[in-house]
T-cell receptor, first 115, second 109 residues
Framework: ETGVTQSPTHLIKTRGQQVTLRCSSQ?????VSWYQQALGQGPQFIFQYYREEENGRGNFPPRFSGLQFPNYSSELNVNALELDDSALYLCASSSGGGGFTYEQYFGPGTRLTVT | AQRVTQPEKLLSVFKGAPVELKCNYS??????LFWYVQYSRQRLQLLLRHISRESIKGFTADLNKGETSFHLKKPFAQEEDSAMYYC???????????FGDGTTLTVKP
């Protein structure tokens, strides 16, 4: 059984640029959630995808968008990067019917630095 | 708005001592309650969830709906319990989800 993987491990972008982060969910999981974790804080929920549809969103602006593919892998896209977007971005997959009833399995994260 | 408060950023106890990590939450509706843990150089992982009423690694968590608290307890702490602990009331409605800012537990020998 393959765990959740994320790419890239880390990257540096300039303010105003766009970035795409990728996540491969654990085998058999149909739900993917994305989180932003700033230094010293807990993970903040960005959005969740269930069977390729957005299934809930946290308090993040529309420049944060996502996709889920038929194989349940997912992308997080951030446009017009701001300095405050610098953070660790976590992806978590789970089984079931969306929501958070089931255990989430987290990836190692992508460290994004915006300069 | 959903909110989680873990009042202690840092908590240090000696091996064999009891430990309690506090969590208070405000939430509209009835959330599922979880504790997640992150050991050094490892991924965030589930420790326990209220609905299963399990004791994992000697930890238990008591839900007090009146006080809206979900404190994590262990009667005898072990050095391997040193980690970051996050309380997470998560909704069956995915839009209502949040993690606390975490408590770093250090268990001294």
């Amino acid at each position: 059984e393959t765990g959740v993987t994320q790419s890239p491990t880390h990257l540096i972008k300039t303010r105003g640029q766009q970035v795409t982060l990728r996540c491969s969910s654990q085998s058999g999981h149909n739900t993917v959630s994305w989180y932003q974790q700033a230094l010293g804080q807990g993970p903040q929920f960005i959005f969740q995808y269930y069977r390729e549809e957005e299934n809930g969103r946290g308090n993040f602006p529309p420049r944060f968008s996502g996709l889920q593919f038929p194989n349940y892998s997912s992308e997080l896209n951030v446009n017009a990067l701001e300095l405050d977007d610098s953070a660790l971005y976590l992806c978590a997959s789970s089984s079931g019917g969306g929501g958070f009833t089931y255990e989430q399995y987290f990836g190692p994260g992508t460290r994004l630095t915006v300069t | 708005a959903q909110r989680v408060t873990q009042p202690e950023k840092l908590l240090s106890v000696f091996k064999g001592a009891p430990v309690e990590l506090k969590c208070n939450y405000s939430y509209s509706g009835s959330p599922e309650l979880f504790w997640y843990v992150q050991y050094s150089r490892q991924r965030l992982q589930l420790l326990l969830r209220h609905i299963s009423r399990e004791s994992i690694k000697g930890f238990t968590a008591d839900l007090n709906k009146g006080e809206t608290s979900f404190h994590l307890k262990k009667p005898f702490a072990q050095e391997e319990d040193s980690a970051m602990y996050y309380c997470a009331p998560l909704g069956t409605n995915a839009g209502k989800s949040t993690f606390g800012d975490g408590t770093t537990l250090t268990v001294k020998p």
